[in-house]
């Protein structure tokens, strides 16, 4: 746990390098994580992002790896789904889509 602990704190004291070495803009991270811009600059300079602040920012600048995290999320999901018999068929779905003139 201390070792997580360390890494956060390393990720809190170099997230504006992060920032200023990808290729987004901040007024785009401060429009997506939805701080207003006086704010995000004082929890920048003061480094008093809240974790979940922190989480919004880091799956701006690495859409890829959260990309790659929510598709593992929803393969496990659907594991688990299909484990628990909570699936329709394939019949099942187009007679639902018909139902609702989809199809």
């Known amino acids: ?3 997580e602990i360390i ?3 390393n990720i809190v004291n170099s997230i504006e ?3 200023d070495n990808s290729p987004f803009k901040k007024t785009y991270i401060i429009e997506k994580v939805g701080i207003p811009s006086p704010t995000f ?3 920048l300079k003061t ?3 809240t974790p979940d602040e922190m989480l919004s920012i880091a799956k701006i600048l690495s859409p890829e790896e959260n990309f790659r995290l929510e598709l593992i999320k929803g393969i496990e999901q659907g594991k688990r789904d299909f484990r628990e018999g909570n699936f329709i068929t394939h019949e099942e779905m ?3 889509l018909k139902s609702k003139n989809i199809i």
């Open 7 to 9: 890494t956060y704190k």
């Open 17 to 19: 390098d992060l920032m």
């Open 1 to 3: 746990m201390i070792q």
């Open 41 to 43: 600059y004082r929890k």
């Open 94 to 96: 187009l007679l639902e």
């Open 47 to 49: 480094q008093t992002f």
